[in-house]
């Protein structure tokens, strides 16, 4: 029940397409979903994050869909660069829990210039 | 600026050798974290504090240990009785309590020769 399952593990986008990485859990306690975007040998950095009272949340060129129901959520990168080559980890909390995230395993997506 | 300091960078260490790994943060956060990342298997828990003088395992605590004596200090040993150190480590601090969102340190690359 704990965990946060990512798809796909990684993910290959031409400039300009759209980048569509999903998350699924089964907790309903969760109550925060972020996304961390990390470069090569560095650590990760909060990219965008989204409760579950609102079904999108957009920042630029990065959405986060959330589907309550289905307990799923996804990260779309529109008009993808070369420059969000990167790995990105979705996440999940809870208020009421003991402040540990959950993190899925990762995607590693390359965009090609 | 506030932040996370992780140190030193890159570490080699010989097995057999217990090493420690630094973190400091100046964020006035409660909650800190030690991460191991790996390749394709995302970021793994070792060990996490939620206030000074106490913390708690996480899901791959065995070979490893820490200490909260400060606030702002969380280290890391590398015990030489972890079989696999060789990996990228994390360290994180969040505010705690009920508030999101973690940051995250520039990682230590440990290896062992």
């Known amino acids: 029940q704990q965990q946060v399952k990512q798809s796909p593990q990684s993910l290959i986008v031409q400039k300009g397409g759209i980048s569509i990485i999903n998350c699924a859990y089964e907790?309903?306690?969760?109550?925060?979903f972020p996304w961390y975007q990390q470069f090569p040998g560095k650590g990760p950095a909060l990219l965008i994050a989204?409760?579950?009272?609102?079904s999108e949340k957009k920042e630029g060129r990065f959405t986060i869909s959330f589907n309550k129901s289905a307990k799923q959520f996804s990260l779309h990168i529109m008009d993808s660069q070369p420059g969000d080559s990167a790995t990105y980890f979705c996440?999940?909390?809870?208020?009421?829990?003991?402040?540990?995230?959950?993190f899925g395993t990762g995607t590693r997506l390359k965009v090609l210039a | 600026d506030g932040g996370i300091t992780q140190s030193p960078k890159y570490l080699f260490r010989k097995e057999g050798q217990n090493v420690t790994l630094s973190c400091e943060q100046n964020?006035?956060?409660?909650?800190m974290y030690w991460y191991r990342q790996d390749p394709g298997q995302g970021l793994r828990l070792i060990y996490y504090?939620?206030?000074?003088?106490?913390?708690q395992k996480g899901d791959i605590a065995e070979g490893y240990s820490v200490s909260r004596e400060k606030k702002e200090s969380f280290p890391l040993t590398v015990t030489s009785a972890q079989k696999n150190p060789t990996a990228f480590y994390l360290c994180?601090?969040?505010?705690?309590?009920?508030?999101?969102?973690?940051?995250f340190g520039s990682g230590t690359r440990l290896t062992v020769v």
């Open positions: 994180a601090s969040s505010r705690g309590q009920g508030v999101h969102g973690y940051t």
């Open positions: 989204i409760r579950p009272d609102v």
């Open positions: 504090s939620q206030i000074v003088n106490d913390f």
């Open positions: 996440a999940a909390d809870t208020t009421s829990g003991t402040y540990k995230y959950i």
């Open positions: 907790n309903t306690a969760f109550d925060y």
């Open positions: 964020l006035n956060h409660d909650a």
